[in-house]
């Protein structure tokens, strides 16, 4: 998978992109991540890429032109398709089924940061083929959103985890939050892991995890649960 970003903001990325399963994805060659910095398609002695918005109003507008240049500049040396993603507050709420259906082996992304005040209208619709939030509050800008996007694609794709099933356990994968988990020691401070877990009847412990997983998604999550319970009706 190829995942390409660009920001005005590039070294905002250097410490997430170095660290436990992203990192070991790209040594691995699970995923190829490249960062871009827009200001490398603006014009002018001080690679200007934002500007006053039209009918006045307050903060800056990222520009049209070195949007645009940037974009088709990196779609024109693809070796195929991409798709091209502005991370936005305007863009749906971002799930981990639309995780899945993003994690592509063969996929190829373009992540585009908004910043200030918002990106040129022009350009999303230009060369927007979707926008993505992550979660109703406000940023300054989209470099967290692609940082978040980036991980939980990186995280499903084949080979990127050691443990295959690791991945289709996690909460939310499908439509439930995870069991409780406990690890040594046995017993601390007077608080001891529930009996099943320690007993080694397979079974036993998968039909546990079922229950607490139903239970704590409804006293934690009661709008997953409904969903949930809608879907398996």
């Known amino acids: 998978m ?9 070294d905002m990325f250097r410490g997430p992109l170095d660290e436990s399963i992203v990192d070991r994805a790209r040594r691995s ?3 190829h991540i490249r960062l871009h910095n827009l200001r490398d398609w ?3 002695p001080h690679r200007k890429a934002d500007d006053e918005p ?3 109003g307050a903060g800056m507008v990222m520009k049209v032109e070195p949007l645009t240049r940037c974009v088709e500049d990196l779609k024109s040396r693809a070796a195929g398709d991409c798709r091209v993603i502005l991370l936005s507050p305007q863009g749906p709420v971002f799930t981990q089924r639309r995780a899945r259906e993003l994690a592509v082996d063969d996929g ?7 910043h200030y005040k918002g990106v040129d209208e022009r350009f999303i619709e230009r060369c927007v083929d979707e926008e993505i939030s992550i979660g109703d509050y406000i940023l300054s800008g989209g470099e967290l959103g692609a940082m978040v996007l980036t991980d939980a694609l990186v995280r499903l794709l084949p080979g990127a985890i ?6 289709g356990t996690d909460s939310l994968e499908d439509g439930l939050l995870d069991a409780p988990q406990y690890t040594r020691p046995a017993e601390f401070e007077g608080a001891g892991v529930p009996e099943v877990l320690l007993s080694g009847h397979h079974a ?6 079922g229950q607490q997983r139903r239970e704590r998604t409804r006293i934690k999550r009661p709008d997953l649960y409904r969903s949930y319970e809608n879907k398996n009706k």
């Open 42 to 44: 603006a014009e002018g």
């Open 108 to 114: 190829h992304l373009v992540l585009v940061c908004g």
């Open 204 to 209: 036993r412990i998968e039909e546990w995890r």
């Open 162 to 167: 050691s443990r295959a099933e690791s991945a």
């Open 29 to 31: 060659g699970h995923v």
């Open 54 to 56: 039209f009918g006045d």
């Open 2 to 10: 190829i995942i390409e970003i660009v920001t005005l903001f590039p």
